[in-house]
């Protein structure tokens, strides 16, 4: 994985950057175009408006304190927004009401506002993707709460919020690719009729006078809504039955004694097979690999059975976080895992038969799972102290 900035970021700051750094002509340029680095779609209070808000980065506080090298301890940003009855009519507002130029270019993020993202976004989506300074690859969230008091959560390592939610989400992808979605990635799973999309959920946190931003769990839409949410082990759940989980750390508990892996690797394979009378019932074959970080207790036992039972729990432990993930899913009746595109791709004459009753067959889904794990490693040591 890429751990540098994305191509939007970095031609954003190569950018802003050269413009700072070449001369006063091309700082008289930079004071005519706010670029946006974040936006948020909310419900407004009134019916049928919905309020857009903008993350602008300020040039000045770029690069430090100007001529006297001190500090600026104001905000390295703005927020602005407006309200409409759609995002065209709420960004053409914002250029009326604006001296400067509106450049979304460089846009980092969009993030729905809940209760925006339950009534549906489609029109948005729709918005977006004709809107001719869109990007694909933009991230998309789903805020807990107002997508506004997101992105106006100040970070104390970040100038700009947006930037380190973009550095968040990165973060995540060290764990998975499932905590990033982009427009690209989530338009197309809207428009598969028999699948439903989860994107990340990022919340603001207040602690005493203090607040901090948090991505946990994923929301779950179908037709366009919002139709309910995963927690984060179920996210968690979910990410073992694609395969996509690269690294982190599995909790696993004997009821006597417990331990911390590494997860070292995922895999998994999706099947499905059909009984006499054409319906199907999937099965998943996921196999991780793990190395022992911390053990808690084992006393006394052997060595190699310690490493047996890791193997067994792990497996159990696997397996319930992704059957809690797929009940949750049933109960949405909201095949986030593609099961319907798969039977259509690899069963299409079956698949003609099930398309128009899907709905009806996805909460029953029959899901078998067959879990394999390996303990690949066992850190710096080979034994423990407290083992025999």
């Known amino acids: 994985m890429k751990t540098g900035l994305r191509p939007a970021a970095a031609a954003a700051a190569t950018a802003l950057l050269l413009l700072i750094s070449s001369g006063c002509y091309d700082i008289v340029e930079l004071d005519t175009i706010s670029i946006v680095t974040g936006v948020g779609i909310d419900r407004d209070e009134k019916p049928g408006l919905i309020r857009l808000t903008v993350q602008v980065g300020k040039a000045e506080t770029v690069g430090g304190g100007g001529e006297t090298g001190k500090e600026i301890s104001e905000k390295a940003y703005l927020v602005l927004d407006a309200t409409d009855r759609s995002i065209v009519g709420a960004l053409d507002s914002l250029r009326q009401d604006n001296s400067r130029t509106l450049f979304l270019h460089h846009n ?7 209760s925006l993202a339950k009534d549906g976004i489609a029109d948005d989506i ?221 069963h299409s004459r079956k698949w003609k038969a099930l398309e128009g009753r899907w709905e009806q067959i996805y909460p029953s889904l029959e899901l078998a799972l067959n879990i394999q794990t390996e303990i690949l490693g066992t850190g710096k040591i080979s034994i423990s102290p407290k083992t025999a």
Not at 108 to 114: A, S, T
Not at 233 to 252: F, H, R
Not at 254 to 264: P, Q, V
């Open 108 to 114: 980092q993020l969009i993030i729905f506002g809940e």
């Open 126 to 346: 729709d918005a977006l993707m004709r809107y001719h300074q869109s990007h694909m690859n933009v991230y998309m969230l789903v805020a807990e709460g107002n997508a506004r008091e997101v992105l106006d959560t100040e970070m104390e390592l970040e100038k700009i919020p947006s930037v380190g939610i973009d550095r968040m989400i990165k973060n995540k992808m060290e764990i998975s690719k499932v905590y990033s979605v982009s427009l690209l990635e989530l338009v197309s799973k809207l428009i598969d009729k028999s699948s439903a999309a989860a994107v990340p959920i990022i919340k603001s946190i207040k602690e005493k006078d203090l607040s901090r931003l948090s991505m946990q769990g994923l929301a779950v839409f179908k037709n366009g809504r919002m139709v309910g949410k995963l927690s984060e082990n179920q996210t968690n759940g979910y990410a073992w039955m694609l395969g996509e989980i690269k690294s982190g750390s599995l909790k696993v508990n004997t009821g006597k004694d417990s331990a911390e892996l590494n997860i070292s690797a995922c895999e998994s394979k999706v099947k499905a097979v059909f009984d006499k009378n054409g319906m199907p019932k999937i099965q998943v074959d996921i196999n991780g690999r793990f190395i022992v970080e911390q053990l808690i207790g084992f006393e006394g036992q052997p060595f190699e059975e310690v490493i047996g039972l890791l193997n067994k729990v792990a497996a159990d432990t696997v397996k319930q976080v992704v059957l809690s993930c797929f009940k949750q899913t049933q109960r949405l009746n909201a095949d986030i895992f593609g099961f319907g595109s798969h039977i259509h791709k690899y």
